[in-house]
């Protein structure tokens, strides 16, 4: 849920009208939603094999300083690839306490979604770097380059 929280954030900073990047705003809310189903469908399977979910404080995102495309697509990866290190450490913990059933839900409902986002996601930052988006508030026509791509990527 947290990084479902951290997404709508940063939509939330691309929806802005001295960023607006209306694209980009529309790929991370859509990517925050599909994260808090997600999150929603993994307290379903723990419920239903018994266990309990011991919540926490959601703090909130650290995405404050986020005025450009490609620290936005930084934070995303990063999460995306905490996300797929916990899953494996989970799926491998299944494994060793003999809980076949469970490593392959947790395999094929949440590590195999990842990896194709954390390749598409790794993709726009390269194309980010090579069409000129930078780190700081500057924009530019890089930016713009990348929003019309994401329009390629929303409707697909």
Same mark, same amino acid.
């Given at each position: 849920?947290?990084?479902?929280?951290?997404?709508?954030?940063?939509?939330?900073?691309?929806?802005?009208?001295?960023?607006? #990047?209306? /694209?980009?705003?529309?790929?991370? @809310?859509?990517? *925050? =939603?599909?994260?808090?189903?997600?999150? &929603?469908?993994?307290?379903?399977?723990?419920?239903?094999?018994?266990?309990?979910?011991?919540?926490?404080?959601?703090?909130?995102?650290?995405?404050?300083?986020?005025?450009?495309?490609?620290?936005?697509?930084?934070?995303?990866?990063?999460?995306?690839?905490?996300?797929?290190?916990?899953?494996?450490?989970?799926?491998? #913990?299944? /494994?060793?306490?003999?809980?076949? @059933?469970?490593? *392959? =839900?947790?395999?094929?409902?949440?590590? &195999?979604?990842?990896?194709?986002?954390?390749?598409?996601?790794?993709?726009?930052?390269?194309?980010?770097?090579?069409?000129?988006?930078?780190?700081?508030?500057?924009?530019?026509?890089?930016?713009?380059?990348?929003?019309?791509?994401?329009?390629?990527?929303?409707?697909?």
């Amino acid at each position: 849920m947290e990084v479902s929280y951290r997404l709508e954030g940063l939509a939330k900073i691309f929806e802005q009208s001295d960023l607006s #990047l209306p /694209r980009v705003a529309a790929y991370f @809310h859509q990517e *925050s =939603v599909k994260e808090l189903e997600r999150a &929603e469908a993994m307290l379903k399977y723990l419920s239903q094999r018994g266990g309990k979910f011991c919540g926490k404080n959601i703090q909130r995102p650290v995405t404050e300083n986020v005025c450009a495309v490609l620290p936005g697509l930084e934070i995303m990866l990063d999460q995306w690839k905490e996300e797929m290190s916990v899953m494996v450490e989970l799926n491998q #913990l299944a /494994r060793e306490y003999g809980d076949p @059933h469970t490593a *392959s =839900v947790i395999k094929s409902q949440f590590i &195999e979604p990842l990896v194709p986002k954390v390749k598409l996601v790794g993709d726009l930052l390269t194309s980010a770097r090579r069409v000129g988006c930078t780190s700081d508030s500057t924009g530019g026509f890089g930016e713009y380059l990348i929003d019309q791509l994401q329009e390629t990527l929303t409707t697909a």
